[in-house]
């Protein structure tokens, strides 16, 4: 029995209802992100038995592999905003360039920018997966093909969030008001407010990196790791270690238990891994909500202004004084 049945439409209707100005625009693409969720959650679960598992073969700009579920989850995020007509762009990390829906209202006004499926390396072992969505508006004279137009820095972001296809399937997302879990009761076929306002811990004792990488790190980066993994029982050390694979996955349970999420530069790629607009922005945008902090090492993630649509940037990002604390070994 669904203790409270508030469904993710009510929801949204309800409490993120802009003012009474607002074209309805924003509740319609959330509400279309959830069924495009629910269409890549069925895929996933079939994933096995029907011929979509492995690799397509190509490479995407990024210069990864690109699985067959990549393609077609991109391809389902596609279909549902073509036929819905309310978004004008999609930026995607499967698209070098941006997806414009011609036959779009020339009102449309949001740009969308998407991991599709974030975690792919996890398809072929039934590992957790996710999608990551971010959602800007474009001002009234863009035609949405311009990058200039639509490199924006995550401050200006006016939606953002995830699925986690995990054991369930779950949507978090925020507007700027409160983050908020909703749940997909799959033989109902829709979402449920699980938790309403997620605030984190303000600190935690769960670290979540790709440790393998140890040697290619900044010397304040490992200092910060080894620091975490002395022993003393007043401040909670060691710290335990948890990784996925799966950025959404990982950054979903320091969201919920706390601790901090870390995909550093190397010496090398001081970059990183994680790309900017799609899935750093958005995170950092709901970690912030809900009181966390998502940062790069040395500066907040969304004060960032884009240079490029698939940038990618360092991410430190969760409980404030975990965060803090790698900040403070970054500096010295
Ligand atoms: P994607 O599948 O969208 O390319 O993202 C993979 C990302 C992210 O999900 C994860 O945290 C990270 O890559 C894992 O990278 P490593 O294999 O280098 O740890
Ligand atoms: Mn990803
Ligand atoms: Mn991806």
Redesign the pocket.
Known sequence: MIHEPISLTSHILKEDAFPPEATGEFSHIMMNLGIAGKMIARDLRHAGIIDVLGSTGETNI?G?EVQKLDERANEIFIKVFKANEIVKTMVS?EMEQPHVFSDAQRSGKYALYL?P?????NIDVDAPLGSIFSLHRLSEESSGHQEQDLLKAGSEQVGGGYFLYGTSTVFVYTCGKGVHEFTLEPELGEFFLTTRNIQMPSRGKIYSV?EGNYQKWSRGMQQYIDDIKQTDSATHRPYGLRYT???VA?VHRILLKGGVYL?PGEMNKPEG??RLMYEAAPLSFVIEQAGGIGSTGVEPINSIQPKMLHQRVPLVIGSRENVEQVQECMRT
């Open positions: 990024q990864e990390e991991d499926l974030d975690g792919s390396s790709n694979g799966c950025l990982d995909y891994k994680l």
